[in-house]
């Protein structure tokens, strides 16, 4: 008969594989968001500071002894800065940042998902760190009134086993995702806040097209113009992000000497015209492959 031990450490091991532990350099003067988002941002940032003057100071958390978790849901397009915001509240509170995406979180061992769910909140608990679920979508899905499939009885099984963990859990744990809707009610209900991150207007797009740059080192040339290309394309963080590397490699790949290169706007709009290809180019794969 295996030793129960070996089982408890096999599941504490296999959970592990599927979580990267990131120590936060980042902070919220690195993310550049829309002002209804930098508010409830504010309001998140309310519910941590004061957690410990409210439950424990002030003795409400013996009246409320259960559903004592942080749990935010941070929502919006794939870009707008639902990571990067994840770390910085791990940095304001000084703790690691546990990322945890679902998809490699799901075994192909009927029962073994649940199980990696419950270790990775005791990972969390363990090493105090903040805890964030990536494509929170498929962890916390509506559950299915139909079990005629052992997997939709599965995905049941894990909803069930959050649901049980948010109520054990006296932590901070941030779901970000891109379809909240499908969302199952009862977990909703345990979400203390709902970030909505939405995609940035104009000046704020002119303000993340600059701060890619450095101040000192990038060489810019005197044509670069960021408030046309924020008013002419409509793109995330993200997408602007990618579009200033490729600007960077098109001009660094220019003939000439170094000293004598630079980015151009042909090079920035270059680079995110060809965003959307990309976008395309895995959309294609991902429907091929399935």
């Known amino acids: 008969m295996a030793n129960p031990l070996f089982r408890v ?9 599927t979580v990267a532990t990131i120590v936060p350099r980042r902070t919220f003067d690195d993310v550049i968001l829309p002002g209804s988002t930098r508010r409830a941002l504010d309001q998140a940032l309310v519910h941590v500071t004061s957690h410990d003057l409210i439950f424990n100071r002030w003795g409400l958390g013996e009246r409320h002894p259960t559903g004592l978790a942080l749990a935010f849901n941070f929502a919006g397009p794939p870009g707008t800065g639902k990571t990067i915001c994840a770390e910085a509240i791990a940095n304001a509170l000084g703790r690691k ?20 769910v419950a270790a990775v909140f005791r990972m969390a ?5 903040v805890l964030l679920f990536d494509e929170a979508d498929a962890i916390a899905t509506r559950r299915s009134t139909s079990v005629e499939h052992a997997f939709l009885r599965e995905s049941n099984t894990v909803v069930s086993v959050l ?3 948010l109520e054990t859990f006296n932590g901070v744990v941030i779901f970000a995702t891109n379809l909240a809707s499908n969302f199952d009610p009862a977990f909703e209900r345990r979400i203390r806040t709902h970030v909505l ?6 000046e704020e797009r002119e303000k993340i097209w600059r701060v890619q740059m450095h101040p000192t ?8 113009d960021f408030r046309t290309l924020a008013r002419t394309y409509e793109a995330t963080g993200g997408d602007i992000r990618n579009a200033v590397l490729k600007a960077a490699m098109a001009a660094a790949a220019e003939t000439g000497r170094d000293a004598l290169k ?15 290809d990309g976008k395309r180019v895995m959309r294609q794969s991902l429907m091929t492959s399935s």
């Not at 080192?217 to 670069?224: I, N, S, W």
Request: hydrophobic share 40%; proline share 9%; glycine share 6%.
């Open 97 to 116: 940042l546990l990322l945890v995406r679902y998809e490699e979180m799901e075994s192909v061992w009927m029962g073994e998902t649940p199980k990696n």
């Open 262 to 276: 630079a980015i151009h706007q042909r090079h920035l709009e270059e680079g995110i015209q060809q965003v959307p």
């Open 9 to 17: 450490f096999d599941v504490l091991t296999g959970a592990r594989r």
């Open 163 to 165: 649901l049980k963990e």
């Open 217 to 224: 080192l990038t060489p810019l040339a005197p044509d670069v």
């Open 197 to 202: 991150f939405e995609m940035p207007g104009p």
């Open 125 to 129: 608990s363990e090493e105090n760190a």
